[in-house]
């Protein structure tokens, strides 16, 4: 059964800092990675897809990688702002069938 | 206007009556799925349907039923609630297109308390 581990669980950090928020999985066979944003009391949404095949990709001052090897990923956040303040969900895809299992989020606070 | 709408937002209810949660989606995607986030315990699938012929069980479907009526429309429903399934509800949908176009698109969610 596939597991996602998000570390930390939660993060404050000032605002203007680069941070990188990571997520890891015991089952390598994924069909994709994705990062999901939820604001508190809202839906997620939709930050970031890495197909399995490929390294990393890039959406403004975010960036995800993948080494699916070893089963991990980063998500890269560059200077940090109060807006960023959410929950970021990591969730995996598996064989193809796009129904995705969830790592537990973690909660950043950026101060300004 | 959003593309995933769910009804209701929240509702409150008794244990032992019969619950049922509403997703649309104007996004004009064949596959919908149902998640349940509790604290602590992240995200989890409790039924997807990858077209209207198609239902599937997913990690937590005891005490949950669910029905595709047409392309746009899936609704989960609790039989006979109970306290332990007070949670947020999700609804989600996404394309059939392989994996570059498999993100998932969530509607607000509905909060549930069961008394």
């Known amino acids: 059964k596939q597991e996602v581990t998000q570390i930390p669980a939660a993060l404050s950090v000032p605002e203007g800092e680069n941070l990188v928020l990571n997520c890891s999985f015991t089952?390598?066979?994924?069909?994709?990675l994705q990062w999901f944003r939820q604001d508190p009391g809202k839906g997620l949404t939709s930050l970031l897809l890495?197909?399995?095949?490929?390294r990393e990709q890039t959406s403004g001052r975010l960036n995800a990688s993948l080494d699916k090897s070893s089963g991990r990923s980063t998500l890269y956040i560059a200077a940090s702002q109060p807006g960023d303040s959410a929950t970021y969900l990591c969730?995996?895809?598996?064989?193809?069938?796009?129904?995705?299992?969830f790592g537990k989020g973690t909660m950043l606070l950026v101060s300004p | 206007d959003a593309d995933v709408t769910q009804t209701p937002r929240n509702r409150i209810t008794k244990t032992g009556k019969r619950i049922m949660l509403e997703c649309s989606q104007t996004?004009?995607?064949?596959?919908m799925y149902w998640y349940r986030q509790d604290p602590g315990l992240g995200l989890r699938l409790i039924y997807y349907?990858?077209?209207?012929?198609?239902?599937n069980k997913g990690e937590i479907s005891d005490g949950y039923s669910v029905s595709r009526q047409a392309q746009a429309k899936f609704s989960l429903s609790l039989e006979s609630a109970i306290p332990n399934q007070t949670a947020l509800y999700f609804c989600?949908?996404?394309?059939?297109?392989?994996?570059?176009?498999?993100?998932?698109?969530f509607g607000p969610g509905t909060r549930l308390t069961v008394l």
């Open positions: 969730a995996v895809s598996g064989n193809g069938y796009s129904t995705l299992t």
């Open positions: 996004k004009g995607h064949d596959r």
């Open positions: 349907s990858f077209d209207v012929k198609d239902i």
């Open positions: 089952d390598s066979a994924i069909y994709n």
């Open positions: 989600a949908t996404s394309d059939l297109g392989g994996p570059s176009t498999d993100t998932q698109y």
């Open positions: 890495i197909q399995s095949s490929q």
